[in-house]
């Protein structure tokens, strides 16, 4: 019972979260701007989650000259919903050396940052 409930909280907590991303954060923090390469679109995003377990699916993000990019946006398949993770320790896999977190990009995606 208690697992049923909390696997109902946790649903609750999630619905409530893709509603409304616009809106959470919005006001102490300023939004930062992701590239997607597949678009060729900017879109605003800021951390709902920062650091997350590492645990499910995540979505790798680099930064290119200063601006961090990735290649799945919204409407793509691959697009994990803002799910990210950062290489930092540079080979290239999934590991405890690494940066795990949830940003959502909020659209519409525009052609300038």
Known sequence: MKYKLSMLLLVLTLALASVSPAYAGRGNETPGVIYVTSQGLYYETFATADPLPM???????????????????????????????????????????????????????????
Do not use: I
């Open 55 to 113: 645990r499910g699916r995540f979505q790798k993000l680099e930064v290119v000259n200063g601006q961090p990019q990735t290649e799945f946006g919204p409407g793509d398949p691959g697009y994990l919903g803002g799910r990210w993770w950062m290489d930092n320790n540079g080979n290239d896999v999934m590991d405890a050396g690494d940066h795990f977190f949830l940003c959502p990009l909020l659209g519409p995606g525009r052609t300038s940052p």
